[in-house]
């Protein structure tokens, strides 16, 4: 009987390649077809759970390809060169790894420089979770080479965006819906983050606080299981000094609480420095005329001279952090031109405050000038360096006892919570890749007051405040999130009479005489909108003989109470009606010319069926 079961499924599945393969509107591949009858018999959680896996080891394996590759050039520029032949590689490499990235969008992506967490967050939002196939390699070659070669940003959004990418086009090509479809590009995202830092718990986190901000969900197996194969991919095939891992640390004592609380507002401060002085460099390379290429070699230039000046700020920066937390100091100052100063703690000081003050120009002008990268990395290099400058600073002031590897953890999972608005993302992030469970109490310390801080000078991260303020990506409130959904233009009801404001009474009661609507719309000539006539306005005059020839079009046009321009947002439209206190509303173009109405009832019931298919 057991045989006959086993035969009778190779049959069906047989059937089903034949069908499939007949039918298909295109030949797909043998392990296609398994996967589409393996969704024809599974249950809806059973393939979902099938999913997170495949997703998972996909997005963990790209994950750990870029790893490598960036990995590889780092080892060969800084570690096999002395200093004073690095000096070359600093002045040539990250100059061109920035114009290399820009030449490669211009001749082989057309120019789509869309890149980082934000345009995830727009493609969920606005694309219904659809991500170009592009985007599942385009981010590894163009990330590999700007890191690769020098540019000071990180990998992990990238990653993150490839991981998408993979998991949203997985969901596509098996026909899932927008629900899934979304569950499965966070999927992706969280397992390019859990192969990115070997932290399964930190990637669940960073799905939920930042790519799902908005999106209620209540399956979240594919997102754990996902994360769960990035993270084993990685720990498989990368090696411990390519991992974001520390094991240097101090014990936690509750006498240097105060410590974590100076630092946690430090952080905050940092943070808000670190997005402002960001923004305001995005903002000049988006303004200056010039061509991209100009832009990148502009940047390029700029990035040079930083890392000749501190090499610390050349690529990701890891390597530096890790040789402060394991004592190594003098190994990172001696790279560079402060290695000819005297050795003390002053020196150190200044070196470690300049790192920290220079590392968000590095940052924001790689990735504005046209590099490709994002701020994970920069944000977790910048709060490692701003807690060791706190720990140097306690020491030198003569306070004994300064735990230092512990002020540098922690001021990681800070900068970072403040920069990305992320502080459970960043506390499990710190306390996976160090061992650190024992350090929950001041990682959360410093984390909740970063968060705090930035929350207090912007509720939403400045990073997404245009996108947000224009409905272009989600933010926590939910039912604004679907009414950005709603576009004007699809709202705009054609089915209306109209007549001209020449015309005569009788071709107006003739109108209403073969009528559906109690609206009608007055224009001119042009076909500009003059008013409007309601069958309540008609009602004293139809059943009366002598108005035939007395009264005019122009006489019974009344002005709107409000116009609705198809270029305006719904949300726009909304406060319309709300303000004038009307049903239907007239919609003109820029130039003026009448094309329709919208009703709340057409608003109403658009807002039910996203509401049907969004939850």
């Given at each position: 009987m057991k045989r006959f079961n086993t035969i009778k499924k190779y049959h069906s599945f047989l059937r089903f390649r034949r069908d499939f393969t007949k039918y298909s509107l295109k030949k797909v591949r043998s392990f296609d077809i398994f996967i589409h009858w393996l969704k024809s018999k599974l249950s809806r959680n059973q393939f979902l759970l099938l999913s997170g896996i495949l997703v998972g080891i996909t997005a963990g394996f790209a994950g750990v390809i870029l790893k490598l590759l960036v990995s590889n050039i780092h080892y060969f520029?800084?570690?096999?060169?002395?200093?004073?032949?690095?000096?070359?590689?600093?002045?040539?490499?990250?100059?061109?790894?920035?114009?290399?990235t820009t030449i490669i969008v211009i001749l082989f992506?057309?120019?789509?420089?869309?890149?980082?967490?934000?345009?995830?967050?727009?493609?969920?939002?606005?694309?219904?979770?659809?991500?170009?196939?592009?985007?599942?390699?385009?981010?590894?070659?163009?990330?590999?080479?700007?890191?690769?070669l020098g540019g000071s940003a990180g990998l992990e959004s990238p990653i993150a965006v490839t991981g998408a990418a993979i998991g949203s086009n997985f969901a596509k090509t098996y026909e899932l819906d927008y629900r899934n479809r979304t569950l499965l590009l966070a999927a992706g995202a969280t397992a390019g983050i859990a192969s990115a830092f070997n932290a399964p718990i930190a990637g669940v986190?960073?799905?939920?606080?930042?790519?799902?901000?908005?999106?209620?969900?209540?399956?979240?197996i594919p997102l754990v299981v996902a994360a769960v194969c990035g993270s084993l991919i990685s720990k498989i095939i990368l090696k411990e000094d390519v991992l974001f891992h520390f094991q240097a640390r101090n014990e936690f004592?509750?006498?240097?609480?105060?410590?974590?609380?100076?630092?946690?507002?430090?952080?905050?401060?940092?943070?808000?420095?670190?997005?402002?002085?960001?923004?305001?460099?995005?903002?000049?390379?988006?303004?200056i005329k010039l061509s991209k290429l100009k832009k990148a070699m502009l940047g390029g230039a700029i990035l040079s001279s930083l890392c000749l000046l501190l090499p610390p700020l050349f690529g990701e920066g890891y390597q530096t952090?890790?040789?402060?937390?394991?004592?190594?100091?003098?190994k990172v100052l001696e790279n560079?031109?402060?290695g000819y100063l005297s050795y003390n703690n002053w020196i150190i000081i200044l070196f470690l405050g300049l790192i920290c003050l220079l590392k968000v120009f590095a940052t924001a002008v790689t990735i504005h000038a046209g590099g490709n990268g994002g701020n994970f990395a920069p944000s977790l290099f910048a709060g490692g360096i701003l807690g060791y400058f706190f720990a140097s600073l306690f020491t030198q002031l003569g306070i004994e006892n300064v735990p230092d590897s512990n002020l540098v953890l922690a001021g990681m999972a800070g900068v970072m919570s403040g920069v990305m608005y992320a502080p459970l993302t960043a506390v499990f992030l710190i306390a996976e890749s160090s061992e650190g469970y024992d350090l929950f109490i001041p990682l959360m310390i410093v984390t909740v007051i970063s968060y705090l801080i930035s929350r207090w000078f912007s509720p939403i991260s400045p990073d997404l405040k245009e996108m947000a303020s224009k409905g272009k990506i989600f933010t926590?409130?939910?039912?604004?999130?679907?009414?950005?959904?709603?576009?004007?233009?699809?709202?705009?009801?054609?089915?209306?009479?109209?007549?001209?404001?020449?015309?005569?009474?009788?071709?107006?009661?003739?109108?209403?005489?073969?009528?559906?609507?109690?609206?009608?719309?007055?224009?001119?000539?042009?076909?500009?909108?003059?008013?409007t006539i309601t069958i309540d306005d008609l009602r004293p005059y139809m059943f009366n003989n002598e108005s035939v020839n007395s009264l005019t079009i122009r006489t019974l046009?009344?002005?709107?109470?409000?116009?609705?321009?198809?270029?305006?947002?719904?949300?726009?439209?909304?406060?319309?009606?709300?303000?004038?206190?009307?049903w239907e509303l007239p919609v003109t173009n820029s130039e003026g010319r009448f094309m329709g109405f919208v009703s709340k009832s057409s608003i109403l019931l658009k807002y039910r069926e996203l509401l049907k298919g969004y939850s």
């Open positions: 520029i800084t570690g096999k060169v002395h200093f004073t032949d690095q000096i070359f590689f600093y002045i040539v490499f990250p100059f061109l790894g920035i114009v290399l992506f057309k120019g789509q420089d869309r890149k980082g967490i934000p345009a995830i967050l727009y493609e969920i939002a606005q694309n219904s979770s659809l991500v170009s196939s592009v985007k599942m390699y385009s981010q590894i070659i163009q990330s590999a080479v700007t890191v690769g986190m960073f799905a939920f606080e930042i790519l799902l901000t908005g999106v209620v969900f209540t399956d979240f004592n509750y006498n240097n609480i105060p410590f974590y609380l100076i630092l946690g507002i430090g952080c905050g401060l940092y943070a808000r420095y670190f997005v402002v002085v960001s923004s305001r460099i995005e903002h000049f390379f988006s303004s952090i890790k040789d402060i937390t394991s004592g190594q100091m003098f560079s031109f402060f926590r409130e939910y039912d604004r999130n679907l009414l950005s959904l709603i576009h004007t233009s699809h709202l705009i009801e054609t089915g209306f009479q109209t007549i001209y404001t020449g015309a005569s009474f009788a071709e107006l009661l003739e109108l209403v005489k073969y009528g559906k609507r109690n609206i009608i719309a007055v224009i001119d000539e042009t076909g500009n909108l003059k008013g046009t009344k002005a709107p109470a409000a116009i609705i321009n198809s270029e305006k947002d719904i949300f726009s439209v909304i406060k319309l009606f709300d303000e004038s206190g009307s």
